[in-house]
């Protein structure tokens, strides 16, 4: 049987687009084996024609015209891998209101306006897909949409940022923190503007977007507590070392009776635990339900190609179930309160530089005491006149944990602010002993 033509277009031709091009171009015929259908790239959207390009698009693909694309009937779908909030949002509410499907990378747009997105493509009669918008090549929100459907998903805890991850493992290996941001560049890993990445907002919107999804309520950027890799130096990377755990930016998205909650921190990982060993530009992210008990999903995180191994998969997904009343919207089915803000708990390492002088100690524990928070390890280390504490708890709230370290960190014998991570480690707090 003749293949189906399918011309399709994209909104950027950076990273992710010409790799989308590359791909269609190198796996046509594979695609067209598995589909019946062959996807032609004949409109790409730049904002300079004159830029080199990875994989250059034939004469005539790239426009700096939106309506290029927005006008042309023949177009069967469109694929949104610019990046950014504006002109973009404008873009693909035009396209879904039009009834052109979509597909998109775009987790900040998600994140931050998907409530306006999903309602246009439902005026639209049309599909909105994301799914690489979530750690690229790894599948998840297939996952969480279509094999998981009738599972109560109720945690997620993941490593969802390439770069921050290449940072952080190359700390492990000696590199500083500036050459390791500038090689995660390098390589595409990074966003346009790179402070999404270190700032922790990358993983937040990702982990807003899971969130939804598992749990069926609007969850959006704003609604997730977020710290990056910026605070990390390599006394922390060596520090995590010496009690046998490593330093990961970590999201987690806790379902419990009466709320939600959602956030991403550093945390120091346990080496016995399944999230220490993921290294470089890969993510993982396990995911906890009632029948499931645990999956864990895990693959290449970020990269021109691997993003466009999802968004095309996308595209597929599209020309296969439309018109078929297949899962198209953001599942979002019911409205579930976020929790008060403090009220999660969790073991927690603690690092407190203080003056080596009688009753010090007994001062930061009674501050610690005074929030219930109990002390399972403490090793101190010398440091010219001073001391190093680092303190690993028994579960305490992250409220509580916020106000002992403002506390400490104001005593005179104070010599830096204390810093505080959440642990994570399946061996139970009590058998995580320095290595
Ligand atoms: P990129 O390399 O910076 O490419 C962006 C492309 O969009 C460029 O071709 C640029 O045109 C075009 N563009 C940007 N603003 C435009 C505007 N206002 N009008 C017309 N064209 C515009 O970015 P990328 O790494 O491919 O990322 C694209 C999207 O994929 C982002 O949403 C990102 O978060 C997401 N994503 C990226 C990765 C990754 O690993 N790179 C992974 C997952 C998701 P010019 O080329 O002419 O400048
Ligand atoms: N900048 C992102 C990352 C790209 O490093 O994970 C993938 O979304």
Redesign the pocket.
Known sequence: MAPVDVPVAL???????AAVNRFLHENADNIERATGHRLRVVRA????LK?ERDFPAAPGVLT?DFAAIADDPEIALVAE????ID?THDYILRLLRDSKPVVT???QLLAQRGADLFAAAQEGGVQLRFE??VC?AIPVIKVLREALVVTNVHRILGIVN?TTNYILTQMELGAEYGEALAEAKRQ??A??DPTEDVSGADAAAKMAILATVAFGSRVTLDDVNFEGVERITSAHVNAARQMDMVVRLVGRATLVEGGYDVRVSPALVDCAHPLAGVEGAFNAIMLQGDAIREITLEGPG???IE?ASAVIADMVSIIGTKGTGFLHDDACWRTVDRLPAGELRSPFYLQIAVDDRPGVLARVAERLAAHEISVARLVQFQTGGGAILHVISHEATYGAVDEALAEISGLPESREIAVAFPVISQRGISELGWA
């Open positions: 909104l950027g031709y950076g990273t992710v687009g959207l730049v904002r300079d830029k700096t891998v610019m990046g950014g002109p990378a775009n987790k690489a918008s690229a390439g595409g890993y966003e346009m970020a990269g021109g993003t």
